[in-house]
């Protein structure tokens, strides 16, 4: 079992800033693929970027260049710092981990999610 827990939400006018980050608690945190994704009242959970071991990024189209993810595999962290932030980034974040190549346990895991909100 791995147990994600999320911080840094809040409330921020828009073209401001926020950092959120994710603590994990496994020991082969390195192996995991983590991601981030949100969830805006009344609209489906959306994937929004995702961080490889090496620290290879990915990310959605409309927070590329305004979002940056990175991780520490040896403090077990990742973050997600959001610029430029805009009322429609205003979303449920939710910390996420996917077995990586190596891991033979699929099984996937959630944070419990940091609200973000951004005013015009």
């Known amino acids: 079992q791995v147990q994600l827990v999320e911080s840094g939400g809040g409330s921020v006018r828009a073209g401001g800033s926020l950092t959120l980050s994710c603590a994990a608690s496994t020991p082969i945190f390195s192996f995991y693929v983590m991601e981030w994704y949100r969830q805006a009242p009344g609209k489906e959970r959306e994937w929004v970027a995702n961080i490889t071991s090496q620290s290879y990024t990915t990310y959605e189209d409309s927070v590329k260049g305004r979002f940056t993810m990175s991780r520490d595999n040896a403090k077990k962290t990742v973050g997600l710092q959001m610029d430029s932030l805009k009322p429609e980034d205003t979303a449920v974040y939710y910390c996420?981990?996917?077995?990586?190549?190596?891991?033979?346990?699929?099984?996937?895991?959630w944070g419990q999610g940091t609200q973000v909100t951004v005013s015009a």
């Open positions: 996420h981990a996917a077995p990586g190549l190596f891991l033979s346990d699929p099984r996937r895991f």
